[in-house]
């Protein structure tokens, strides 16, 4: 029903930003949350940022508030992550969702929350 395809990630200097996409295609049904999740080697997918359907509602994992962004264009059916001072810590394969349900947006900070996934794309940042 739907497709999810990130592009953006790369190799960026500690202090810097990167901005990732997520393009959404396919058909829907219904309204969905979306999200941004990351994973390094040998670590769990953690959970990143989230955003609901009306893009009024943000949530954000401790580790990268104030630093990252995320936001959507649904008229592009698109979200973004905008991640600006960043550290050799967030370097890992980040990776886009999007879910059902209509939830509140604190639901959606969890794996388990999530429909579809996109295949991810690497974020290296070097010191």
């Known amino acids: 029903q739907v497709q999810l395809v990130e592009s953006g990630g790369g190799l960026v200097q500690a202090g810097g930003s990167l901005r990732l996409s997520c393009a959404a295609s396919g058909r829907t049904i219904g309204t969905y949350a979306m999200g941004w999740f990351r994973q390094a080697p040998g670590k769990e997918r953690e959970f990143v940022a989230a955003i609901s359907w009306s893009g009024r509602n943000t949530n954000y994992a401790d580790s990268v508030k104030g630093r990252f962004t995320i936001s959507r264009d649904n008229a592009k059916i698109t979200v973004f992550l905008q991640m600006n001072s960043l550290k050799p810590e967030d370097t890992a394969v980040y990776y886009c969702?999007?879910?059902?349900?209509?939830?509140?947006?604190?639901?959606?900070?969890?794996?388990?929350?999530?429909?579809?996934w996109g295949q991810g794309t690497q974020v290296t940042v070097s010191s």
């Open positions: 969702a999007a879910g059902g349900g209509g939830y509140s947006i604190s639901y959606y900070n969890k794996r388990s929350a999530y429909d579809y």
